[in-house]
């Protein structure tokens, strides 16, 4: 059961590149997320889906772009990589957005030089 | 403004006896409370959860605790084990969803032989 997926791993950009981080889920889970945890600080949500199709803004939404083709899939999008998004990021599901018991993926650390 | 505080970023306890790691929140709103637990190089697991009608859930060797009027919530892991070394974070949320979800910075736990 592989739970939630996140690749890369590890991504280091240049200033002004583009890329996307992956996330897949395979529980059917209709409530997806993406987090950054900087050093220091607590997660911050950055976008999320109630189910396919459906996409909203968290905390820290600037810089990024999101979409929910599918259920199991959501991708996060980063248009132009500035230094200040260098962090760790991490993708949850949940069965619904009223269940908080969120499963993360293992992150993906990323560096904009 | 940080809207939930874990004031402690380490926490040092021998092997055998209790940890008691502590978290403050602001909004009195918040209704949902949660600790999640984090290794390195890996996701956030979800650990414990208390809603505001109660003011204690046991779980094993986890038991949270919630004083509403202290707007205060702590965990409490006995005995500890070196396994349990690892970052907590204490979250919250208004609406009992994952997508009002709100960190702490985390605490630090690091269990000694």
């Known amino acids: 059961n592989a739970g939630v997926t996140q690749t890369p791993k590890f991504q280091v950009l240049k200033t002004g590149q583009s890329m996307t981080l992956q996330c897949a889920q395979d529980?059917?889970?209709?409530?997806m997320s993406w987090y950054r945890q900087d050093p220091g600080m607590g997660l911050r949500l950055i976008h999320y889906?109630?189910?396919?199709?459906?996409?909203d803004q968290g905390e820290v939404p600037n810089g990024y772009n999101v979409s929910r083709s599918t259920t199991e899939d959501f991708p996060l999008r980063l248009l132009s990589a500035a230094p200040s998004q260098t962090s760790v990021y991490f993708c949850?599901?949940?069965?619904?957005?009223?269940?908080?018991?969120?499963?993360f993926g293992q992150g993906t650390r990323l560096t904009v030089v | 403004d940080q809207q939930v505080k874990q004031n402690s970023p380490s926490l040092s306890v021998q092997e055998g006896r209790i940890s008691i790691l502590n978290c403050d929140y602001t909004?009195?709103?918040?209704?949902?409370f949660l600790w999640y637990k984090k290794y390195p190089a890996e996701g956030p697991t979800f650990l414990i959860s208390?809603?505001?009608?109660?003011d204690k859930n046991e779980d094993g060797r986890f038991t949270v605790f919630l004083n509403k009027s202290a707007k205060h919530l702590s965990l409490h892991i006995v005995p500890s084990q070196p396994g349990d070394s690892a970052v907590y974070f204490c979250?919250?949320?208004?609406?009992?969803?994952?997508?009002?979800?709100?960190f702490g910075k985390g605490t630090h736990l690091i269990i000694q032989p």
């Open positions: 949850a599901s949940s069965y619904s957005r009223h269940n908080t018991e969120a499963f």
């Open positions: 529980m059917n889970h209709e409530y």
């Open positions: 889906s109630v189910g396919a199709g459906i996409t």
């Open positions: 909004n009195s709103m918040f209704d949902y």
């Open positions: 208390i809603s505001s009608i109660k």
């Open positions: 979250a919250a949320s208004e609406t009992g969803g994952a997508d009002g979800l709100t």
